[in-house]
């Protein structure tokens, strides 16, 4: 489910780069609009799902907010200088994906850390860490 949401915000901050090159583009401030509202939807669904406190709510829309504009700023910057390798903004989103895992289980309780792993969160690391041994081994 975790997964899900994370995928959706990822689209929605990536289809502007894309849509770029056939519309008009957004302007910064839409495309800043449209994040912060996913992120909005992807923190309700954590204080639902988790069970959060509002200080943990607080550092939930903090860690998300720092996450995904670092993560956008650094696909815009590949973007501009037309990059096309898909690897390398896998490389951009797993990074900071793990930022926000490692992040996570320092605010989270042991019950809520094995809500947001059932969530999907546990399979998307697994993921992530197979993608960065098989970059390892090309090395």
Do not use: C
């Not at 583009?25 to 923190?43: A, D, F, Y």
């Not at 700023?73 to 973007?79: G, V």
């Not at 992040?103 to 947001?116: E, M, N, S, T, V």
Request: proline share 2%.
């Amino acid at each position: 489910m975790k997964t899900k949401h994370i995928l959706i915000v990822l689209i929605g901050m990536l289809m502007p780069l894309a849509a770029r090159a056939q519309q008009q583009p957004l302007t910064p401030e839409q495309e800043e609009k449209k994040m912060r509202e996913g992120i909005e939807q992807l923190v309700l669904h954590y204080e639902e799902t988790l069970d959060l406190e509002v200080w943990q709510t607080f550092y939930v829309d903090s860690i998300l907010v720092h996450n995904y504009t670092a993560m956008s700023e650094e696909t815009k910057a590949l973007a501009e200088n037309r990059v096309e390798n898909a690897e390398l903004y896998q490389m951009i989103s797993d990074k900071w994906e793990n930022a926000t895992y490692d992040a996570f289980r320092k605010i989270l309780d042991d019950a809520q850390w094995k809500k947001y792993l059932k969530g999907g969160a546990s399979r998307a690391k697994k993921s992530r860490d197979i993608r960065a041994a098989k970059r390892e081994r090309r090395k």
